[in-house]
């Protein structure tokens, strides 16, 4: 795998996941983790990072659809990698540590449930599709 | 412990380790707590996630999977020194500096007489040594129900550190509804760890930092290495490091103990008049089983059941993160159905804060997006549960020792181990009277997780106290019989192995052991 491309990996996944642009650590993070875990992606899973880079507006529903059917999968794995990265990010505190909330945000949980299903379903759709 | 009792005692002591440690990120954690670098420390990647991002793992949930960056190192060096074969038994080995007592969880359980006697050892004399090892590494906890189990009949103890908001709610609805829990034979609690809530010595108290799992800064958890640390200063006491010690002989006059450097691959020979040998159970198993020439290679071994249980609080989802948070066991839960405190199975309850999202929300069938908001709002009412189960012998629970070229010791341990449907069922049962217990106090299962025979690292009996002098088991002294100078102090002659936490009594033997291998010649 390319520098450039595991770059733009990152670029995308935590744009994917916080809407926010990695810095420069996050990127380096990735990278060398993914170098250093030496993995040979299946071909599927390369298949699939080649959509998602070339339609980023794929990456949450192929993340959803994964989620339901094979949640090991490479993609997943990158996707992981990039999320705890963020993670430990202090400025993203507030995004990952517990708040205080009151209780109508269960509605909005409710709510996060039912969309997060309907991109299960799509994106397992979807994966039949690029596959 | 049996190293400083025989130290105590006027001996000269030498320790032959491999002692592998963390030279590389206990220097980085700040002085702070979890929740203040988590807000404002740019590196707080290198300690919480790793410098190659190690506390990731993908896959079936394996034993040791929780240890953090500052704790791998219990690991390094046992796949190449300690290689295990198996598709039944998993478990963890460490040849770590201090063992795998650097990641122990700290509970402390006396055993009770019946159990003691059980296993085949004296009760009166590991009473007096529970005493002796309480003074020596510090010991909080509480008089309360689960004390028979706990702290039994010490009564050196620090006061128990303070409750968190989900155990203290879980806490407060246990004793409305205790006399039905106490019939139904559950039993709610303290446990009692080796954390010091006041000052002892050079060790500071517990500071809730909430970093436990990373670090042991103020030394207020005991560790083994302090132990040693100490015994350093002394000049009877001299420690041999990067040595694996493969095989013993025993000649006339002396010992010899052959050992292998772990860095030059070299074989090194030393001599001595007693041996102790306190390598954790399959380190001794490996080493007995080379020093045999009776072409004797198997044993029996014993290792309590474990099964872990994430539940959900709804009382507690949705709040803020908490200061003064825990990542020890705050709560103990015992099921003593006879009321007898025998074949007592235990239950510690765990809060979830330090480990952060990232360990949890590959567990949700969610996408990470919507993941991470619905695990950032269930966090806060997070439990983990996780029970062990009595442990007997069984037929398909063993070691073997074979051949192979390959291995720097030319060996390899194999094991099988294997539950009877009897024994599967029993649990299983147990887990559901646990899971039903706690639903009752407002804290919900939301899944079972069997980590793999062997997660419980808790480890007994593979040279099972005999009398009869038969090979392969020890004297009620722990020498080896067979032997007249070589004496086993950890846990390889327990002949039962409870539920509650070893960990205590393990250290209570070994000093015993060490005593009486004084009177022994």
Redesign the interface.
Known sequence: MQDKSLQSEALFFAR??LNKKPNL?ETE?YE??IR?RALVPHERDLKLLAFASANTWSI?FI??GL??IH??AEF??R???M???L????EY?L?????????L??L??LL??L??GL??IT?CLLLKLIR | MAAQTLIDSGQRVTMLDVGVEDRHYASLIPDMDFLSIRKTQQDQYRYLLGDSAESLSWGKVKTGEHLTPGRKHLLRLVDSFLPLDSDSFFPMESLAYGGLGSGWGLGCCEFSSGELTRIGLNSSEIDKAYTTVAQRIGISGNKDDASPYTIGRLDTIQPPPLLDRNNSLLLKKYQKKRAAFNKNGFYLGRPALALLTQDLGDRKKYAYRDLDFYSDKDESAYRPWLTINNLRKTGAFSYRGNLLVTLFTEKADCIEVNCLNTLTGKSELFRSKKLLLASGVLGTARIILRSSDSGHSRLPILCNPYTYIPCIQPAMIGKAAENRKMGFAQLSLFHDPQHNNMNVAMASIYSYQSLMLFRIIKEAPLNFVDGRILMQYLASGFQIMGIHHPEERGNQKYLELKADENSPTKDRLKAQYCLSESELELNREREKKFIKALRSLGSYAIKRINPGNGSSIHYAGTLPFSKTKEAFTLSPEGKLNGTSKVFVADGSGFNYLPAKGLTFTLMANAHITALKSLKNG
């Open positions: 994917y996941l650590r993070l060398k983790t250093s949450g993340d959803s989620a339901l949640p090991g997943r794995m996707l992981h990698l999320f705890a990265i993670e430990t990010n202090p505190h995004l990952f540590l517990t708040q205080e909330r009151k209780p945000y269960a909005r949980i996060r449930l969309r997060a991109m299960g994106g």
